[in-house]
């Protein structure tokens, strides 16, 4: 038994005693970081048990979500239209209705098993609307190749044998959307790409992005792809660092893959 971190999580249960705040939830959630990767279990937030499929990565998406509020976002439409691309497991899904509860949500994620985790986290909150689609977002219907693993990095991958279900993101764009949220690990400069080619880009309001290069791609970045992209299709942006780089690291160096920048985005 590792005595520091024993008294160190007593410490704080006494610290935090009587606190029902985000941020005291959060602080008591804590070991969910010493938790073995792609490990599954349960917790509470906010009154609910909350199945995960990754600790660190559930810790994470709660402090972003939930206090840093990166996906929330003002409308004056009190049924807005969401498209949440890159799912996982729910906890965006969960704030989208908390923050809209009148909202048409549809919610993309790939990986079957976390796909039921997504589905019942919302089923244990009550939420019934929400459309949960069990296939990859991408640029035709069909299958293609998914690098499942078990967090929140799961990536199209082509080339790789295990295919899994991917419909043609395209189809979601009959109507005006509200709100875009694209978090697909790589996925997203074809997503926009195909988007932007057949005009559908003109049906969003608002949107967040994660922008995304992996340290094993010999190329250089494509952020400039999006860039243009939007640009083109009359959006203004804002892009915000992810904490990727080392700190004062010669050329930046990488301390870890993917999440480089997000890109929050709104129509001129």
């Known amino acids: 038994m590792n005595l520091a971190l024993f008294f160190g999580d007593r410490w704080r249960s006494l610290r935090l005693m009587g606190r029902t705040d985000d941020r005291a939830q959060l602080e008591r959630l804590l070991p969910l970081l010493r938790r073995p990767k792609s490990r599954p279990g349960e917790v509470t937030w906010r009154g609910h048990r909350l199945r995960y ?16 509020g990166v996906y929330d976002f003002e409308t004056a439409n009190p049924t807005p239209r969401i498209l949440d691309v890159g799912g996982n497991m729910g ?23 976390i796909a039921q985790i997504l589905q019942d986290n919302l ?32 990536n199209i991958q082509a080339d790789l044998p295990t295919k899994l279900p991917c419909v043609d993101i395209l189809d979601y764009f009959d109507a005006p959307i509200d709100f875009l949220k694209l978090d ?3 996925a997203e ?17 608002q949107m ?6 992996w340290p094993a791609n010999p190329e250089p970045p494509r952020f400039q792809e999006i860039l243009a992209t939007l640009t083109a299709a009359g959006f203004s942006y804002r892009l915000s660092a992810a904490g990727v780089f080392h700190p004062g690291s010669e050329g930046g160096d990488l301390a870890q893959s993917g999440n480089m920048l997000t890109l929050r985005a709104w129509r001129r």
């Open 53 to 68: 499929a990754d600790g660190p990565s559930l810790y994470y998406q709660l402090a972003e979500i939930y206090l840093q």
């Open 91 to 113: 906890i965006a899904a969960l704030r989208f209705r908390e923050m809209h509860p009148q909202a048409s949500i549809t919610t993309f994620e790939a990986d079957p098993k």
């Open 123 to 154: 089923t244990r909150a009550g939420d019934h609307r929400t459309a949960v689609v069990a296939a990859a977002a991408w640029v035709r219907t069909g299958e293609i190749g998914f690098n499942a693993t078990g967090d929140d990095s799961g």
């Open 184 to 186: 697909v690990e790589g």
């Open 189 to 205: 400069y074809d997503l926009l790409a195909h988007l932007q080619q057949h005009g559908a880009l003109t049906q969003v309001r």
């Open 208 to 213: 967040f992005l994660e922008l995304h290069h």
